[in-house]
């Protein structure tokens, strides 16, 4: 067996990831009206990354504040652990009337619908973990995608004498202060609606006060 | 893939029109292809003049503000809210948009796109017809809309309702009849006494051997073949066709369409040779099958008991539900049930005074309020007043007396038949409303030179007079004092105008409606005081003001102001139009929860009903600034 430390071998990847880390290098330049965001949500085993894992994937994409319904994501994973304790939070059972499909399979979907676009998720560290991980055990990369956490952008349209930093807010005390209904709450495609419609109301209300720098915002 | 979002949308879509007009698979294949628009307040989603989109627009959360943009002018065309479409043009017209839409707050719009919506219901005329009314609604102001006629269309269609055709037909039981050896004037006189148009003549076992009609005798004794005094036998019609007495209405039809006959004997055994009990007319068929106006009236007349009268009363409610659903005009409809109304009053008034006797002097039945004005469609209280002619100073207290005797027997029948008694006792039994002529033009002029809150009150209902019964001169001579102390007068005009604008237009910010604020009534809209009121009390004033005599009804008075002041047009056509959706509006209220329709639960409106409702309101405010103007109001108030 050889060595290679510094340099990285191509790997074989599957085909659908070659394609996705190729896009991130010719990426074009867009303006905001013309950019696809995708706001998605997993629904999980639990908090662990190591131990848990992703039960469901609800995504919905947005291009100049409009979602198109049919362009939305909703996805089950077969998974080999089942926590009896969370399923009364996202209802998911291990045996559930749903079509389900294989992780592997579920992440070539998921990354064939994200393409190289912005993702939105409410505390967005825990998603972007959780997906990681699974992209690990199938033996690929990290998501390249910049992404926008809807809980930091919250904190960010609040006037500067009501940036509590120490506040996290939670996915339903944003519903309730910023007037979204709690429809689906705790189903990944209800909750992907609820980031995206989230998004909207922050995004506008920063429009409006001038204090969007979308540069700023975005992590990758 | 299942898409929960899609579901959402549906779930949410099939709680308004036109899409509660579609089936689940394709409502879930319409949502799948919905866009979800977040508007920020201010945002426009298309402008005037723009190209059209390849979707119309429902509001999901907000509300989104239609805008008529003129040069520089800028008006509200409409305030669409959660569930309102708006943006329908491209549906209809392939032409550019005629109205701005901007968000009026933070709004949640879904998209639905044309094409699919077309291919999905292609078919369904029921939402056509939705989407052609919401068109003319958000696009025209109410004025023009008014041509397109189209607001009136109904979406549901007409089903048929003839299992009647299966009944037994309901024959007249013990039929007059008269002997093989009567003469034809015995025979006439016994049809006159009874009111009919036939009669059957029996032989001596009372088998029947032919029959006598009308048409007989013009043919055969006025052209001078027979002389008056002729046996009947040589007259009859004979053999006479007969049947069993539970032929259905299906086979009795038949029979009458085979042998050209409009009367079939009913006997024992259906035979000729068998003991006559019954006979069954063409016009006991039309009254089976249900309901013709004339076979009703023809009831009313014939009734010799309330009873009977009740029924015929109870049968056209029947027909007023029929033509509702037909969608035939509402003047239309108003001017066959009031008939029926005054003829079941004339009836109830003229077997009355066969229980009394005759009356003494000449006297005038009136019905005032709602019936005097011809719009009474449903059950409602009954109003009415009775004047009789001048009578000796001696003589006044025993007239009266049968008058007050006469008028309660008639307000009793017609309880039973099912006018409530009026609560305020505004009838003819009540000595107030049971006056000679020089009393009830003393009571008017009373009102006219001394107007104070109750003679306005009061004028409100006794103004809308209508002769029903008795000398109309009566009436006429009261009419003509009226309009000639109207003529000394202005101030009471102030009164009467002023009382028109107690009810403002029944709108509030939002478009929301207004709604009754306390009380067991509380959330309710009340369709009468807040919507019709305002309407009729400007109709009463305007026409007495203009001198219009003998038109009572409102929707006829705003048409008369619209001849008489051409410039005013648009204004009294719009009244005229409102007042008639409004009156058909608020009998479907009133046959739907079977009662007089004058409070309405908005929350059972569905969203069609609550647009067409709405769209009745405007001329209600423009006719209000009209009469402030006019009667110089704005100092009165």
């Given at each position: ?220 | ?90 549906l209809i017209t392939q032409e550019n948009y005629k109205l701005t839409a901007t968000a009026n707050e933070e709004s949640i719009i879904y998209g639905v796109p044309i094409e699919i919506f077309k291919s999905v219901t292609d078919k369904n005329v029921k939402v056509h017809k939705y989407l052609i009314t919401a068109f003319a609604t958000n696009t025209y102001d109410p004025y023009t809309a008014e041509e397109n006629g189209k607001i009136f269309v109904d979406y549901l269609p007409n089903t048929s309702q003839d299992i009647a055709n299966f009944q037994t037909a309901n024959y007249t039981k013990s039929p007059v009849s008269c002997q093989e050896n009567a003469t034809l004037q015995e025979a006439a006189l016994k049809m006159c006494e009874h009111k009919i148009g036939c009669i059957i003549v029996t032989n001596d076992t009372k088998y029947p051997v032919g029959i006598v009609t009308n048409s007989d005798i013009k043919n055969k004794i006025a052209t001078g073949r027979f002389p008056i005094t002729t046996a009947v036998t040589n007259i009859m019609s004979s053999p006479i066709i007969t049947d069993k007495k539970d032929i259905t209405v299906a086979n009795a ?385």
């Amino acid at each position: 067996m050889k060595f290679n430390w510094f340099k990285k071998t191509q790997k074989n990847y599957p085909a659908f990831w070659q394609e996705y880390l190729d896009s991130f290098t010719n990426e074009a330049e867009d303006t905001i009206e013309n950019t696809r965001f995708v706001a998605f949500d997993t629904e999980t085993t639990g908090f662990d990354k190591k131990k848990d894992r992703v039960l469901s994937i609800g995504a919905v994409s947005l291009k100049n504040k409009t979602i198109h319904v049919k362009d939305s994501f909703e996805l089950y994973i077969k998974q080999d652990i089942f926590k009896a304790d969370t399923v009364k939070i996202h209802g998911l059972m291990k045996k559930g009337s749903l079509t389900k499909v294989e992780e592997l399979e579920a992440i070539k979907q998921f990354i064939t619908y994200i393409k190289n676009d912005i993702l939105i998720a409410h505390h967005a560290f825990f998603d972007y973990s959780m997906v990681n991980e699974m992209l690990l055990r199938h033996g690929l990369g990290k998501l390249k995608n910049k992404f926008i956490d809807t809980g930091v952008l919250y904190k960010k349209s609040k006037h500067i004498i009501y940036q509590d930093n120490l506040k996290n807010y939670s996915l339903d005390e944003l519903c309730k202060e910023l007037n979204v209904p709690k429809t689906d709450r705790h189903t990944a495609t209800g909750d992907a609606l609820i980031t995206a419609m989230i998004f909207l109301k922050i995004t506008s209300r920063l429009i409006k006060t001038n204090n969007l720098g979308w540069g700023y915002l975005l992590k990758s | 893939m299942k898409n929960s979002i899609a579901e959402r949308v549906s779930d949410f879509l099939k709680r308004f029109p036109p899409f509660n007009m579609l089936d689940t698979t394709s409502l879930l294949k319409i949502a799948t292809q919905v866009d979800i628009i977040y508007l920020e307040k201010g945002d426009s989603l298309f402008n005037k003049d723009d190209a059209f989109h390849n979707h119309f627009y429902i509001v999901r959360d907000g509300a989104v503000n239609l805008y008529n943009i003129n040069d520089n002018n800028k008006n509200v065309a409409g305030i669409s809210d959660a569930g309102d479409i708006f943006g329908v043009r491209p549906l209809i017209t392939q032409e550019n948009y005629k109205l701005t839409a901007t968000a009026n707050e933070e709004s949640i719009i879904y998209g639905v796109p044309i094409e699919i919506f077309k291919s999905v219901t292609d078919k369904n005329v029921k939402v056509h017809k939705y989407l052609i009314t919401a068109f003319a609604t958000n696009t025209y102001d109410p004025y023009t809309a008014e041509e397109n006629g189209k607001i009136f269309v109904d979406y549901l269609p007409n089903t048929s309702q003839d299992i009647a055709n299966f009944q037994t037909a309901n024959y007249t039981k013990s039929p007059v009849s008269c002997q093989e050896n009567a003469t034809l004037q015995e025979a006439a006189l016994k049809m006159c006494e009874h009111k009919i148009g036939c009669i059957i003549v029996t032989n001596d076992t009372k088998y029947p051997v032919g029959i006598v009609t009308n048409s007989d005798i013009k043919n055969k004794i006025a052209t001078g073949r027979f002389p008056i005094t002729t046996a009947v036998t040589n007259i009859m019609s004979s053999p006479i066709i007969t049947d069993k007495k539970d032929i259905t209405v299906a086979n009795a039809q038949l029979q009458m369409i085979q042998h050209n006959i409009s009367h079939l004997g009913i006997t024992k055994d259906g035979t000729p040779n068998s003991r006559l009990i019954g006979i069954l007319t063409h016009h006991d068929i039309l009254v089976t099958l249900g309901n013709s106006p004339s076979v009703i009236l023809k009831e009313i007349k014939r009734a010799k008991r309330n009873k009977t009268l009740r029924s015929a009363r109870l049968k056209a409610n029947t027909l007023l539900k029929s033509y509702l659903d037909q969608n035939i005009p509402i003047s239309h409809i108003v001017k066959i049930i009031s008939k029926i109304n005054d003829a079941v009053n004339t009836r109830a008034i003229e077997l009355a005074i066969k229980k009394m006797g005759q009356p003494p002097v000449a006297f005038s039945w009136l019905a005032i309020g709602s019936q005097g004005r011809k719009e009474q469609l449903l059950f409602t209280d009954q109003d009415n007043a009775l004047i009789f002619d001048d009578v000796p100073e001696d003589k006044y207290e025993t007239t009266q007396t049968y008058f007050l005797e006469l008028a309660r027997l008639v307000t009793k029948a017609l309880n039973k038949i099912g006018f409530e008694y009026c609560e305020a006792d505004m009838m003819a039994s009540n000595t107030e409303w049971c006056k000679s002529v020089t009393q009830w033009q003393d009571q008017f002029k009373d009102w006219i030179f001394k107007p104070n809150e109750k003679a306005i009150l009061l004028s409100s209902i006794f103004f809308d007079y209508t002769h029903i019964y008795g000398d109309k001169s009566l009436v006429d001579t009261l009419t003509n004092t009226i309009y000639e102390s109207l003529d000394e007068t202005n101030i009471f005009f102030k009164f009467l105008g002023k009382d028109a604008l107690k009810s403002p237009p029944p709108l509030g910010f939002f478009k929301q409606f207004l709604v009754e604020q306390n009380g067991d009534r509380k959330d309710l809209f009340n369709i009468k005081s807040r919507a019709l009121m305002p309407l009729i009390d400007a109709a009463r004033l305007l026409t007495l003001n203009k001198q219009v005599k003998d038109v009572n009804s409102t929707y006829e008075r705003f048409e008369k102001l619209s001849q008489l002041e051409p410039n005013n047009k648009e204004l009294f056509d719009s009244c005229a139009y409102a007042f008639k959706a409004l009156l058909k509006f608020r009998t479907k209220q009133g046959i739907l929860n079977d009662n007089s329709g004058k409070f309405i639960e908005l929350t059972t409106l569905t969203k069609e009903e609550k647009l067409k409702l709405k769209r009745c309101f405007k001329p209600i405010s423009d006719i209000q600034e009209s009469l402030k103007l006019r009667f110089d109001l704005k100092n009165v108030m």
